[in-house]
């Protein structure tokens, strides 16, 4: 008999988005006419092309495989020299980060749920995650065994619950309890909120006073306006004591389907072993990578460096001005209509309270079935994000001026 890993049995319902995608299908199929001007504003999807500079360095990558004398096979399962050099100069410079901190992955999805794998689960961590939050850190920690059952609010017993609300601008405050694994998110998915140095500051040395580890998700960096926000964790001083952080190509570079992202990981991270001893974190991580994954394909590879050129990083700042003028027409439009409105300002996202009386669910069915909008609700991403909606300004320029036409018309 196999037996099964009944940790999964745990997990509330389907993943948010498949769910959505379901609901979404349900009702297309039901009113088929409606499907053609359908807008989808839920999963965070980049609709833009891919940079020329990242195509073009593909295309020459392809070519170079198609020909025996440049042909290469297996990969270094860490990434190839030249994306971790150019991640170090151009993400980190002055930072104190080098190229073998770098580990490059197929996106950072992977990353934050793979990264437990090198950490004591069933209980040997306490971990604090925000609410709302990304929903991955919560299943990835529910399916290998560290919490107990889900409340009826979808709480999970085991989980420190760190509430981000208007009140606190969605950073969460330092808990009174210790804990060992901390996931923070800025900009932040879902509320599209940024920290400030002032509070990844205290969190920084709360982890360092604690011993604890920051899971630091930066997946949102490049749509940073506002220069005195940090981009990175690694700007505050103390952090490459404790931290790890994730970045992607995905969303700056269009890569969601392409699949490339990192962890950076400074020698100077550790825990401990079950006998006391301290161990590098950095070469767990090399040590699992080399053993479960055989690297990020090489032409993929070759068009994330491509970002870095003068030509990719001009086109990037294109994709991001871009996406970053919808989420200030979405903003403009919700505020129009007095609805309360956060993020957007540093953040892909925008994040709105639903109107007085209409829970998150309610109002993603009056979007879906009145406005022919998909959005996503508050409450997939946790209990406290109940009584909010948010719109991705993933988008073409089109749909949101439409999107916003509608919203004006239906609420
Ligand atoms: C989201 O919509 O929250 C994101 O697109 C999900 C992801 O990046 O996996």
Known sequence: MARINDNFLKLKAGYLFPEIGRRVGAYTDANPDKAASLIKCGIGDVTEALPAAVREAMHAAVDELGNRETFRGYGPEQGYDFLREAVAENCYAGLNIGAGDIFISDGSKCDTGNVLDIFAADGGN????????YPVYVDTNVMIGNTGDADDEGRYEGLVYLPCTAENNFVPAIPEEKVDIIYLCYPNNPTGASATREQLTAWVNYAKENDAIILY??????FIQDENVPRSIYEIEGAHDCALEFRSFSKNGGFTGVRCGYITIPETVTGESASGERVSIKQLWSRRTSTKFNGASYPVQRGAEAIFSEAGK???????????GN???LREACTEIGLKV?????APYVWVACPE?????????KMLTEANVVITPGSGFGAAGEGYFRISAFNSREN????CKRLKTYL
């Open 217 to 222: 998700d930066a997946a949102y960096e490049a």
């Open 342 to 346: 956060f993020g957007g300002e540093n």
């Open 314 to 324: 001009a086109q990037v700042a294109e994709l991001v001005e871009h996406y970053m």
């Open 327 to 329: 989420a200030k027409l």
């Open 126 to 133: 306490k971990i604090a995650i925000t609410d709302p939050v």
């Open 400 to 403: 949101v001026i439409e999107v």
């Open 357 to 365: 009386g209409l829970t998150s669910w309610d109002m993603f069915d």
